[in-house]
């Protein structure tokens, strides 16, 4: 009875209550912009706390890498669970931790909180990916570059809402202001559930189903008791299965994943040290802050880019990846090169544009490389969120021994120069393997 209710049930894939799940997602990434623009609080934490760079770094670089390294984990939870359950948990550790920033007295309680923010961002940001992959099958890539757009525009804006807030509030009330903010991810959470799925979409994946249990089933010539000795490449092969280690087969994905490892040091390195850097030149408050609404609004022009390259010049993804490479490399030589303030926020527009250009085409990489979407993004910004650790910490080290930031520019520039030569090589192997 059941079963022919369901199947009497329309789709709700790519249409109707779809675009409502849709807008819940794009909230969502505002939200999380949001509440991840540490790098106008960086500054204020170093006089409050009075704590070296390095240490200060290390704190805030937690929020982004917490937020990538649990993402195998959310996957699987995700999938155990159901996204509705598991975003709005996520979501009171987020606004918990935002409060316990704010209250903080001392460095480990700020280095608990931002554990808690890292975890709720977590969820909420692929739990917000993964839905779409629910929804929409026809629509996914116009969804996904709405999305990307709208965190462009979250990245231009973000930097000075927060710094409005901490003008007129303090940056502990700000981050009261945020926790007020994060409880929007809640009601996201409410919008998520499972879709209706129609008869003929249901009898596609069951007939799916049935084909891949049959080549999982065992023949009865293979059938063996475990015994204690295998015991352990039983546990082994449990942890491969659930955490979808197969997809490190593909070539393809693992050298996406090695990308994303340096493009995390990048990335998280420019936007905190950046303003910072900016102040050791001389600069306002405000002019150094404003170097990342610069790039914000850099990141929204480049996200639609891919479109244009992809209709005139390639629609191979590496060889995107491999140009945004360049166009930061170019970026990081300006900052290295020049001591000027006005070419540093030129800088910033390269890095901005190559930036959001890779948020763009990041989600459709990974579709492309990886049959399961939600691990397979999870494991790249896992990667992601390891450079990020690694990175903010060997270049607030170098900042403090140095006494000031190029030495950690120029690790930057080395990492950008890295990712181009491996991109194209990687592009000019996979086409001279289809050649031979």
């Not at 554990?115 to 839905?131: D, H, Q, R, T």
């Not at 900052?335 to 948020?359: E, L």
Request: net charge neutral; with cysteine; charged share 10%.
């Amino acid at each position: 009875m059941l079963y022919c209710i369901t199947l009497s049930m329309g789709s709700e894939l790519d249409v109707g209550y779809a675009w409502v799940v849709a807008i819940a997602s794009w909230t969502t990434t505002v939200i999380n912009v949001m509440v991840t623009t540490s790098g106008i609080y960086y500054p204020y934490l170093i006089d409050y706390y009075e704590e070296s760079a390095a240490t200060v770094g290390f704190a805030l670089v937690l929020i982004p890498t917490v937020k990538s390294l649990f993402g195998v984990f959310i996957a699987i939870i995700a999938k155990a669970l159901g996204c509705r359950i598991v975003v709005i948990l996520g979501s009171f550790i987020l606004m918990c931790g935002c409060i316990l920033m704010a209250y903080s007295t001392s460095i480990t309680a700020v280095f608990l909180a931002c554990s808690l923010i890292g975890i709720g961002i977590c969820v909420n940001y692929f739990v917000a990916y993964f839905i779409i992959d629910v929804y929409f099958k026809k629509y996914f890539t116009l969804v996904i570059s709405i999305k990307a757009a709208i965190n462009g525009a979250a990245l231009m804006m973000a930097p000075y809402v927060n710094r409005m807030f901490v003008i007129n509030f303090g940056w502990q009330h700000s981050y009261l202001l945020l926790s007020a903010i994060s409880y929007h991810l809640v009601l996201c959470g409410v919008i998520y559930r499972a879709p209706k799925i129609s008869s003929n979409e249901e009898s596609e994946e069951l007939s799916l189903l049935v084909v891949e249990q049959e080549n999982n089933s065992l023949q009865p010539d293979l059938q063996i008791t475990p015994t204690d000795e295998k015991r352990c490449s039983s546990w082994l092969g449990y942890i491969y299965e659930i955490c979808h280690l197969r997809l490190f087969k593909s070539n393809a994905f693992v050298v996406l994943v090695f990308v994303s490892l340096l493009h995390g040091a990048v990335e998280e390195g420019v936007v905190m040290i950046i303003p910072d850097d900016m102040l050791e030149r001389g600069s306002t408050l405000r002019a150094s802050q404003l170097t990342l609404t610069v790039y914000g609004a850099s990141s929204l022009i480049g996200r639609p880019v891919h479109y244009l390259f992809s209709k005139f010049i390639s629609n191979d993804l590496f060889i995107h990846l491999a140009t945004i490479y360049f166009l930061a490399f170019l970026a990081l030589l300006i900052c290295v090169t020049t001591v000027d303030d006005d070419a540093i926020y030129v800088a910033m527009v390269f890095i901005g544009f190559s930036v959001g250009w890779f948020s763009a085409i990041q989600p459709l990489i990974v579709k492309s490389v990886a049959n399961d979407f939600f691990f397979g993004f999870a494991w790249v910004d896992l990667l992601y969120g390891v450079g990020a650790c690694i990175g903010i910490i060997f270049l607030g080290c170098l900042r403090d021994k140095v006494g000031n930031f190029w030495l950690s520019q120029f690790s930057l520039l080395c990492l950008a120069i890295i990712n181009t030569v491996l991109l194209f090589g990687f592009v000019v192997y996979r086409k001279m393997k289809k050649t031979c």
